[in-house]
């Protein structure tokens, strides 16, 4: 039943989705058109030229704004609003509706910002981008040669920070929503308290991690101390990447539990 709900949630959230990342690449071609061609002393082009480089900058915002926006209005009206009456009705588990539309948000996101990332390179490609990854490949290989594999293990245990920091972003946006629907009035504004409640407690609890701690101690200690400056802020980077990926991990695991404890025994839907 879990593969019908992500079926379900992927045709419903893809036509928006569609419209919205073909809209971009259209803009993303006119701009790179106006990059490559010049014409002087011609007031048509240089208007046009402006035009697509807003339309750019505003498309890559919006892509990622809408993004966030259709991730929690999905969430919001299928499960907490009136759509829940008929959702709650379906022969799955309150854990299953939160994975499925889990895994599709992750999905889109993943996918906007590869997206993003790709628009970028297609307009600069041509101009100077092989030699700005030639220079990162060089500073790597001779990273390794120096330090050994520790620069790959950090490289590593960062991206998978990255990754798990999704779900760690959705999670928190759907906890916000099962505690702020408890209420009768008010919902949206009582979800918003708590999102940013939330990571004001989260911020102040890493801060005091990191006050009362040695992580940061050595660091400062080593680049005041030695010469091999590098090594200590590589060496650095992974022990904050690793603290940050178990913490996501058990936030978003703690995350996932009590919204879908909130959703089975304290669903209050409208």
Wanted: contains cysteine; glycine residues 4%; aromatic residues 18%.
């Amino acid at each position: 039943m879990l593969g019908k709900l992500l079926k379900h949630e992927l045709k419903a959230t893809s036509r928006h989705f569609l419209l919205l990342y073909a809209a971009f690449f259209i803009v993303t071609l006119f701009n790179k058109i106006c990059f490559e061609v010049t014409i002087t002393n011609n007031k048509f082009w240089f208007t046009f030229q402006n035009i697509m480089i807003l339309l750019y900058i505003i498309f890559c915002a919006a892509i990622f704004v809408i993004t966030i926006i259709l991730i929690i209005n999905r969430f919001y009206k299928n499960l907490v609003c009136d759509e829940g009456y008929l959702m709650f009705t379906l022969p799955v588990t309150v854990s299953e509706h939160i994975f499925s539309k889990l895994l599709i948000a992750y999905l889109w996101f993943f996918l906007s910002t590869i997206i993003f990332l790709f628009s970028i390179c297609l307009i600069v490609c041509g101009h100077g981008l092989g030699e700005f990854f030639n220079v990162i490949f060089e500073f790597i290989m001779q990273s390794k040669n120096y330090y050994g594999n520790e620069i790959f293990v950090t490289m590593i245990v960062f991206l998978l920070v990255i990754l798990i920091q999704g779900f760690y972003s959705i999670l928190q946006i759907y906890l916000s929503i099962a505690v702020g629907q408890l209420v009768n009035k008010h919902r949206i504004i009582t979800s918003l308290a708590v999102y940013f409640g939330i990571n004001f407690i989260i911020q102040n609890i890493v801060c005091m991690f990191f006050l009362f701690s040695n992580l940061l101690e050595p660091v400062v200690s080593n680049i005041l101390n030695s010469s091999d400056w590098l090594y200590s802020w590589i060496h650095y980077l992974k022990n904050l990447s690793l603290f940050q990926m178990i913490f996501d991990i058990i936030f978003s695991v703690a995350a996932f539990l009590v919204t879908n404890y909130i959703l089975s025994k304290k669903l209050n839907l409208e």
